[in-house]
Structures are given as C-alpha cells and as structure tokens.
C-alpha cells in the first residue's frame, strides 16, 4: 500500500513559483510512474505532468509547459512540481498519483493509477 501526501499549496499571486511535493509512504515508488493532476471548481480533473519511474521521459499539459518542471527524489520517495510564472487559471487542486510501471506505447496517456493523494490547494491572484 502506497500513501501519497502532497504538500506546499498556497495562495500567490500572477507571476509568482510554488514548488509542490508528493511524498510517499509504505512502500517506495521508486518503480512507479507519477502523475500530476488538477482539478478547478465546477471542472474535470485534468492531467498537468507526468515522470517515469526513472525519471525520463517527462510529459506536460500543453497549458503549463514550459513553466512547470516535474522531478523526482526516489531516495526521498517524493516527486515535486516545479510552478513558475502562475496564471490566475492555474488555481485548482493539484493532486499526484501513482502508476505501476509497464512497458507503454501510449505514455502516459495509458497509465493506470493505482494510489491517489488527497491535493493541495493552489490559488492564484490576478
């Protein structure tokens, strides 16, 4: 069983960085694929990056690349998000999950997540 607890939320406003974290717990993720997600009032949850168990390849939402960076730490079991240059639309719940690896011809729009976190709050202030 793997726990996923996501941390570093807060309110900024226009322009300013957040750096989120996904720590895990109970066993290590190292072999697992990480997603981020979001998810704003009265809208779908939607994929922001994504970083294989290895670290490479990446994977960005067109809306944020180039400004968001995802990293990993396996020695520290916990994946980061890198936010620069916030938009007012970035305001959401940013949640992170955890994907078994396996061998994928469609990565990651295939990946199947087993463990979720429960989101940190971003807000954004024009």
């Known amino acids: 069983q793997v726990r996923l607890v996501e941390s570093g939320g807060g309110l900024v406003q226009t322009g300013d960085s957040l750096r989120l974290s996904c720590a895990a717990s109970g066993r290590s993720i190292s072999d697992y694929d990480i997603g981020w997600f979001r998810q704003a009032p009265e809208k779908e949850r939607e994929f922001v990056a994504a970083i294989r168990w290895s670290a490479q390849p990446t994977s960005y939402a067109d809306s944020v690349k180039g400004r968001f960076t995802v990293s990993r730490d396996n020695a520290r079991n916990t994946v980061y998000l890198q936010m620069n240059s916030l938009k007012p639309e970035d305001t959401a719940v940013y949640s992170c999950?955890?994907?078994?690896?396996?061998?994928?011809?469609?990565?990651?729009?295939?990946?199947?997540?087993?463990?979720w976190g429960q989101g940190t709050q971003v807000t954004v202030s024009s």
């Open positions: 999950a955890a994907a078994p690896f396996r061998y994928s011809d469609n990565w990651p729009a295939d990946l199947k997540y087993d463990y």
